[in-house]
């Protein structure tokens, strides 16, 4: 496992301290391990969703949407 160190803006650390304080997670880090998957899981969507509009501009014989 990787350990990272992370500097955030006050406000956003006011928030994920909220949140933690709420009990809308556990930890701090919980937080960071959520926010981190959903991140890559959206941008995956949007790469694959990406490759396949090009795929289709290709087929139809125009360029690439970007």
């Known amino acids: 496992m990787k350990t990272l160190e992370v500097e955030l803006p006050d406000e956003i650390a006011r928030e994920v301290d ?3 304080r709420a ?6 880090v919980e937080v960071v391990r959520v926010a981190l998957r959903e991140f ?4 995956r969507f949007e790469l694959m969703e990406r490759q396949q ?5 290709w087929a139809l014989g125009s360029k690439p949407v970007k």
Do not use: C, K, Q
Not at 23 to 28: K, P, Q, R
Not at 53 to 57: G, K, L
């Open 53 to 57: 509009m090009e795929d289709i501009a």
């Open 18 to 20: 909220n949140a933690v």
């Open 40 to 43: 890559i899981s959206r941008r």
């Open 23 to 28: 009990g809308v997670f556990e930890s701090v």
